[in-house]
């Protein structure tokens, strides 16, 4: 049997999500391609969340920003997030590494 495409499987994981959960991912990951174009992205469905990663090679650990969808909607994590500039506190955290963005009201 052949293998799908990765562009097929990916779509497999977001027909999983609600009709406006789905439009709210793909509204979200045109984003990040138009943002990073040249990124590798990097998807992990696991039991709480479906995960697209965007970074420079194939190593998770090279990861700088993650798109991560559950049941309280889409959200972006910044792997760094602690040591990026907030003025206006919009990043969610308050650990030494990882903040997050959540888009609880983004428009398809």
């Known amino acids: 049997m052949k293998t799908p495409s990765p562009e097929k499987q990916l779509a ?9 959960m789905a439009a709210r991912i793909r509204a979200v990951r045109r984003k990040m ?4 174009p040249t990124a590798v992205e990097l998807v992990y469905d ?26 309280n909607g ?7 997030g602690a040591s990026l500039p907030d003025p206006d ?6 650990g030494n590494r990882a903040y997050a963005l959540n ?3 983004l428009a398809a």
């Open 33 to 36: 391609r138009e943002r990073l």
């Open 74 to 80: 889409v959200g972006l994590c910044f792997i760094r």
């Open 89 to 94: 506190k919009v990043l969610l955290g308050s």
């Open 103 to 105: 888009f609880r009201c």
């Open 46 to 71: 696991n039991y709480n969340f479906f995960v697209i990663g965007y970074g420079p090679t194939e190593r998770p650990s090279d990861c700088i920003v993650s798109m991560a969808t559950g049941a």
């Open 12 to 20: 497999g994981f977001v027909a999983k999500f609600s009709p406006e």
